[in-house]
């Protein structure tokens, strides 16, 4: 071996020593602060997320690689026109969007007392199963907050992990590896988070339960945490696999609506 | 592969890495904590564990949050890995 190559080697090991020591340093500060490096990261994070997702809709919205296209094709003037018109609608299908949920969020608001927060990062790129929100301590978040959303009464899609000041994060009622005790077709049913807002247990196949049937949890109040997707059974088992989903997208919502624990 | 090419490489799945951490789904910067670590001696994999972490995890967890799992994994990639680009890659 070169001595060169012996030395980049060198090199590379001592900075991967510092970076394990630095993050080792940061994991002990993070864990005896309270997670002072946790907020710190999430408040970048939530920045980052919502720079790139402004961004992302203004490159998009605008109709410009539409256009591009067009004039390619040498249609310009219909084809800019036609492009305009649907980043008009596509914009107002997004603010239509919009108003649906923040409607939503009247409707629960009249109902009891709590905080419409937006969803401030992305609701997939977590190994957890949790998000963040742009509500905090400050605003009237606290741990252990049940977080709804959808319409009417909402269902429950997670509860507050963690409060910062002005974000917080939620962790799904389905993240991989929760458990919680569900409630369907008067059956007690042991829910399994699978992640991205979908449940697995098995219960005995002569329970008749059916796919839309709600699911409810003692643990956020009786509140409704799901639907009955698919209820499957292998032909002489006794028992049968049932599948339970939260009803909304998480990766469409934009708001949610934030409830203490105890209403 | 030159060194140029070899870094260049190097800085985009970084990138990617640190990007994935925040906006994609979390097998995006685990494939590249993978990948880096089975060519470089590479800190960015812990570093991008740790963010990973510092994101989205909560000590509070259930079983599988209960764990900074992507730091442990960024480690265990960085350092353990190690024999292994020594023997294949600068022989």
């Known amino acids: ?263 | 592969m030159s060194y140029r090419v070899s870094n260049n490489i190097r800085v985009l799945l970084s990138a990617l890495g640190f990007v994935g951490a925040i906006a994609l789904p979390p097998w995006v910067p685990l494939l590249v904590m993978a990948m880096l670590s089975l060519r470089f001696a590479a800190w960015e994999v812990i570093a991008i564990g740790f963010l990973v972490d510092m994101i989205w995890f909560s000590p509070a967890g259930g079983i599988v949050a209960s764990l900074p799992i992507f730091t442990l994994l960024g480690l265990m990639l960085a350092w353990g890995l190690e024999p292994l680009r020594s023997e294949f890659l600068t022989r």
Do not use: C
């Not at chain 1, 799901?226 to 599948?243: H, T």
């Open chain 1, 1 to 263: 071996m070169s001595s060169y190559l012996r030395n980049e080697r060198v090199k590379a090991r001592r900075r991967l020593l510092i970076a394990t020591l630095v993050v080792l340093l940061a994991l002990v500060f993070d864990l005896a602060s309270g997670g002072m490096v946790r907020g710190a990261a999430r408040v970048a994070a939530s920045a980052v997320w919502s720079a790139g997702s402004a961004a992302s809709g203004a490159i998009f919205g605008s109709g410009f690689f539409s256009s591009k296209r067009g004039l390619e094709a040498k249609i310009e003037a219909l084809q800019q026109e036609l492009t305009a018109q649907q980043a008009l609608t596509g914009r107002l299908e997004v603010l239509e969007r919009e108003n649906t949920q923040l409607r939503a969020m009247v409707n629960f608001a009249k109902q009891q007392r709590g905080v419409a927060a937006p969803i401030v990062s992305s609701s997939n790129s977590s190994p957890y199963g949790t998000f963040l929100i742009g509500a905090g301590t400050l605003e009237g978040v606290a741990e252990g907050s049940i977080v709804l959303a959808g319409s009417e009464k909402g269902f429950v899609i997670g509860s507050v992990a963690e409060a910062g000041e002005h974000i917080s994060l939620v962790r799904e009622v389905f993240a991989p590896g929760a458990l919680v005790e569900g409630l369907a077709g008067g059956a007690v049913l042991s829910l399994e988070g699978r992640g991205g807002g979908n449940a697995r247990t098995e219960v005995p196949s002569a329970l008749a339960l059916s796919s839309g049937e709600p699911v409810t949890s003692t643990a956020f109040a009786g509140r409704v945490i799901g639907i009955v997707g698919s209820v499957s059974s292998d032909p002489g088992s006794a028992l049968a696999r049932v599948f339970v989903r939260v009803p909304v997208s998480l990766s469409e919502l934009q708001f949610v609506y934030v409830v203490p624990r105890l209403e």
